[in-house]
């Protein structure tokens, strides 16, 4: 939640205060920030005890969390 907060905080900073002529750094620092983003989710998984055990499970609910949206977006479209 906390990471969701702070993202909202971003987009409304760059959307209303961060200057036009700095977009180049901006965009540099938000790729940055997600790959930081994503490492630090990996590592707290990680560091799950029993997560090697959970693994299984836990791919097959984030396959059918991605195919759901992606079968009612091709069949809108």
Do not use: H
């Not at 909202?8 to 540099?28: E, H, I, M």
């Not at 029993?50 to 396959?63: N, T, Y």
């Amino acid at each position: 939640m906390t990471s969701m907060l702070i993202m909202f905080a971003g987009v409304l900073v760059g959307a209303t205060v961060f200057p036009k002529g700095l977009k180049k750094w901006n965009d540099r620092l938000q790729l940055g920030m997600t790959a930081l983003l994503i490492f630090t989710m990996g590592v707290s998984l990680g560091s799950r005890p029993g997560f090697l055990e959970e693994l299984g499970a836990i791919g097959l609910k984030s396959l059918i969390f991605a195919l759901l949206p992606i079968l009612f977006s091709v069949a809108l479209v």
